[in-house]
């Protein structure tokens, strides 16, 4: 399975950006699909996780109530809503997958390439 993350940029304080994340396999929609992020001077950071069977959806708590994650089974297309972006949001963004549940970078065994955010005050 190959992922594709895209959708990133540069943004205000209090802006959205909406990701995406494309994978190219039929199998996509029995993958649990996560994001992550990281910064130059931290791990990978768990993000959000949507779950394949139920679409349940987690958060960090750093993002709850600010990030939505959703997908399109279809399209084969997970997103990330993020809105009211604040600064220490800027980070570089990785959609991932796996076929169980998992919010541990480690455990997951398809990576897209990573997209940037940046968040200006």
């Known amino acids: 399975v190959q992922l594709q993350a895209c959708g990133g940029g540069l943004v205000q304080a209090g802006d959205s950006l909406r990701l995406s994340c494309a994978a190219s396999?039929?199998?996509?929609?029995?993958?649990?699909i996560g994001w992550f992020r990281q910064t130059p001077d931290n791990e990978r950071e768990f993000v959000s996780l949507?779950?394949?069977?139920?679409?349940?959806?987690y958060y960090a708590d750093s993002v709850k109530g600010r990030f939505t994650v959703s997908r399109d089974i279809a399209r084969k297309t997970a997103y990330l809503q993020m809105n009211n972006l604040k600064p220490e949001d800027t980070a570089v963004y990785y959609c991932?997958?796996?076929?169980?549940?998992?919010?541990?970078?480690?455990?997951?065994?398809?990576w897209g390439q990573g997209t940037e955010v940046t968040v200006s005050s």
């Open positions: 396999a039929g199998a996509f929609s029995r993958l649990h």
């Open positions: 991932a997958g796996v076929w169980r549940f998992a919010t541990l970078s480690n455990d997951y065994l398809f």
């Open positions: 949507i779950v394949w069977g139920s679409g349940s959806t």
